[in-house]
């Protein structure tokens, strides 16, 4: 099932628009998680440079995903696209537990930032297919998601190359902003 079915499930919120924020750092699957919720071709990938912007429409339904790069000199740049965003889907490489430190600080910033306050969480544990992914559990409790207390929030096990667990995490958000939990605008 695509995004066009899913977003054809939500036409009870007729010309409703979301704007999502996809972060996390470089190499994590961001890009190749949105190229799969558009259907697109996830073969030849390059890693992004600056944003990659989305948007799909069906039944009165618009879905705006914004895609921004991870490289570390990229994040201070980050805080330009939070205003007016609906849902924060944040992703993990699942299988980079070197790097689960820094990103763990990098996510903690975002959800003490003002203009995010309130916003769902989606967090993809990307690239449970590689042997040697941690999973959601030891991530949570790793990175202490439990203390998570603002914000509504889903860690969901993924692969973006699969598609595996793409689709439930997407049904999460639209449930979340179907049962107004989401941010107020």
């Known amino acids: 099932m695509g995004l066009l079915s899913l977003l054809r499930k939500l036409k009870s919120s007729p010309d409703k628009e979301l704007r999502i924020l996809l972060l996390g750092l470089d190499n994590a699957g961001k ?20 944003f990659n912007i989305k948007s799909v429409s069906s039944d009165g ?8 790069g991870g490289q570390r000199n990229i994040r201070p740049y980050w805080r330009n696209y939070f205003e007016n965003t ?28 003002e203009k995010l306050g309130g916003v769902p969480v989606l967090i993809y544990a990307n ?4 042997f040697n992914a941690s999973s959601p559990g030891e991530i949570s ?3 202490d998601l439990s203390q998570i207390r603002d914000h509504a929030w889903q860690i969901q096990p993924c692969s973006a ?9 997407m049904d999460w958000v639209f449930k979340n902003i179907k049962s107004g939990k989401g941010k107020k605008k």
């Open 61 to 68: 339904f618009k879905l705006n995903v914004w895609d921004i």
């Open 86 to 113: 609906d849902i924060l889907v944040y992703v993990i490489d699942s299988a980079d537990q070197k790097r689960f430190e820094e990103t763990g600080a990098e996510l903690g910033e975002l959800l003490e930032e």
């Open 31 to 50: 890009t190749t998680i949105l190229k799969h919720l558009a259907s697109e071709d996830i073969s030849h990938i390059m890693p992004t440079q600056g």
């Open 141 to 143: 409790e790793g990175l």
């Open 161 to 169: 190359i699969t598609g595996e667990g793409v689709r439930e995490g």
């Open 127 to 130: 690239k449970q297919d590689l």
